[in-house]
């Protein structure tokens, strides 16, 4: 046993790996208040102070050179303060993404780096610098499972959560790209990295294992495009959640190539939560994580654009729907990405108010995939200030929707498509959504009667008790108020 | 020595799905935003690999762009969801 702890020591002295120890447990404690409503401020601290310590528990390590690792963290510090400080509320879903393809980034270098070493030392004195005190326990197939797992998943993190990012900030198009053989590209590149990654493991020191590693990296981001662009821009906030835990899961794979605790504890911590959080995304549109990774939205979606929905779309105009609210006895606010998009997080606050002094019952109700990322819609309220009681889920909505006045969506469309409900061609059939269309009115803002992120035809603006407002979202709710004020 | 690292990685990965498997939705982002900073742990690798730069200048040019990479996603992530987080507690201080 001691002699198990000694090579877990690596190159450390015993306090590095009980700074190690304090960092993983610190990260436990974090992740777990940050689960919690009123200790996730702190947990995120006490997760930051762990990553401290194991920075510096790294830098303490025998015969480190500081020289480049101060290049390298000041250079990263800089640039990710700024972004971070830099970025609108309304962008935070693409940061995350793109922040998040960094990381995938520096696991595919240090895989990368870690094998140009072996390659260039040799492995006799490669696993020294693994292992000092025992370099015969360290095993030469082990680190090439390690060195190709954590290149293919970091570079497929890092290209996935690029074209993530791109999708969201509208840089590219947010519908699903497909193209003629995809699923034979696709195929391909998961046939090229088996190829790659058996000739890699068999002879990680042969003529070819260079070019193995390589092709590696090359089909792992090759692999993430072709997996992400395909996917429609309503599915984003489950690809991000499920890259996320791939990026932990590169991170946990890293710590199999130096072999060191707190990477394969922190990574998997991670790797776990993404999965849990991406099924719960999944589970909240009905789908399986298959369904969303495979079959995108474009297989079924010509058929449902085939048949349309045949209607007139009723506008109305600022005035009349003040006329509506200010009568209303019960209003339920149905935010959407494009309140995001608008920045019409507090106006909306504010006519939530006059409302409610109005004497008038208001609600929000946050679909859980509202907007382009789980809980986007209640980060933007809590921005603007709504009080947290008048925020309520779908499934506590829906059974009241009858008794409900007014209905106003601001922005949201595929949420509260009745397609979802009715239409068996549809591709969100099946999806739970917020039932709108059975209040007694449903005020719709929009700024066209373009369909929805996920580019389907919506029924709802074609009912006899909705109404289209149209314009900016934060023009038309503004207008709104000051039609209260001034009454 | 390699079991005890595979024990040490399943132990971890029952322990992620035990500690977040119930979280209220509006923590959902703050969240994952938390969660992706703590994955630029692989910063600790991006240390090794360039303090330990015995492979040649490649290894070095590879270790800095992954040193930096990695401190963009553990300082960026903490900030971000920092400010995130920042606007709950903002709200419920108005309250009191």
Same mark, same amino acid.
């Given at each position: %046993? ?31 208040? /940050? ?132 999708? /969201? ?32 493991? %068999? ?115 600022a ?18 990405y494009g309140m995001a998009v608008a920045q019409a997080q507090?106006s909306v ?57 007014? *209905?106003?969506?601001i922005g ?26 059975? *209040? ?5 803002l929009k700024r066209s %009667? ?17 109404? %289209?407002l149209f314009g900016d979202a934060k023009a038309t709710v503004s207008a709104l ?7 | ?96």
């Amino acid at each position: %046993m001691s002699q198990h702890i000694q090579n877990l020591l690596g190159h450390a002295a015993p306090f590095i790996n009980y700074l190690y120890i304090l960092a993983s447990v610190l990260f436990i404690i974090g992740l777990k208040m /940050l689960s919690r409503a009123d200790t996730a401020r702190k947990g995120n601290l006490i997760s930051a102070v762990g990553m401290l310590i194991a920075i510096v528990a790294t830098c303490l390590l025998v015969g480190m050179e500081y020289k480049w690792i101060l290049v390298g963290i000041a250079i990263g510090s800089a640039i990710g303060a700024i972004a971070a400080q830099s970025v609108k509320m309304t962008s935070m879903p693409e940061m995350v993404g793109l922040l998040n393809g960094f990381g995938g980034l520096a696991s595919m270098l240090v895989a990368w780096a870690e094998y140009h070493k072996w390659h260039a030392m040799g492995w006799a004195e490669y696993a020294k610098t693994l292992l000092p005190d025992n370099p015969a326990a360290a095993s030469e197939v082990f680190a090439a499972v390690a060195i190709a797992f954590t290149a293919v998943v970091g570079a497929l993190t890092f290209s996935g959560s690029l074209i993530a990012f791109l999708k /969201l900030a509208e840089w590219m198009p947010g519908k699903p790209i497909l193209f003629r053989g995809q699923q034979f590209v696709n195929a391909l590149v998961v046939l090229a990295i088996l190829a790659a990654g058996a000739i890699f493991c %068999m002879a990680p020191t042969g003529p070819n294992a260079y070019i193995a590693i390589a092709v590696l990296m090359v089909a792992g981001l090759i692999l993430g495009i072709t997996s992400v662009i395909p996917i429609g821009g309503a599915d984003m906030p489950v690809v991000i959640s499920l890259l996320n835990s791939y990026s932990g899961i590169a991170a946990a794979a890293a710590g199999f190539i130096i072999l060191n605790n707190v990477l394969i504890v922190a990574g998997s911590l991670v790797g776990a939560s993404g999965i849990i959080l991406t099924q719960i995304m999944c589970k909240a549109m009905n789908r399986s994580l298959a369904n969303v990774l495979f079959s995108g939205f474009g297989a079924t979606k010509s058929s449902a654009k085939g048949e349309g929905y045949k209607g007139e779309a009723k506008p109305i105009s600022a005035e009349d729907t003040y006329l509506l609210l200010e009568a209303a006895r019960s209003v339920v606010i149905v935010p959407g990405y494009g309140m995001a998009v608008a920045q019409a997080q507090h106006s909306v606050r504010e006519l939530g108010e006059l409302l409610a002094a109005n004497g008038c019952d208001v609600r929000y109700a946050i679909h859980p995939v509202a907007g382009r990322m789980p809980g986007h819609m209640n980060v933007l309220l809590a921005e603007a200030n709504v009080p947290y009681e008048q925020l309520v889920e779908p499934q506590d909505v829906n059974p009241i929707m009858e008794t409900v006045d007014v *209905a106003m969506v601001i922005g949201a469309n595929d949420v509260v498509n009745p397609a979802a409900r009715e239409d068996k061609s549809s591709p969100i059939y099946g999806m739970p959504i917020i039932n709108v269309d059975q *209040a007694k009115t449903v005020i719709i803002l929009k700024r066209s %009667m373009a369909s929805g992120f996920a580019g389907i035809d919506n029924p709802l603006f074609f009912k006899d008790n909705s109404r %289209m407002l149209f314009g900016d979202a934060k023009a038309t709710v503004s207008a709104l108020v000051s039609e209260f004020k001034s009454a | 020595m390699m079991g005890l690292l595979f024990f040490v990685f399943v132990l971890a990965i029952f322990l992620g799905f035990e500690l977040i498997s119930k979280v209220p939705s509006q923590l959902h982002t703050p969240l994952m935003s938390g969660s992706n900073a703590i994955s630029g742990i692989t910063i600790v690798g991006a240390l090794v690999a360039v303090g330990f730069s015995h492979g040649g200048p490649l290894v070095t040019v590879l270790g800095v762009i992954a040193v930096a990479a990695a401190m963009i996603n553990v300082v960026g992530g903490y900030l971000v969801t920092h400010r995130m987080l920042g606007m709950f507690k903002s709200k419920s201080a108005d309250r009191k």
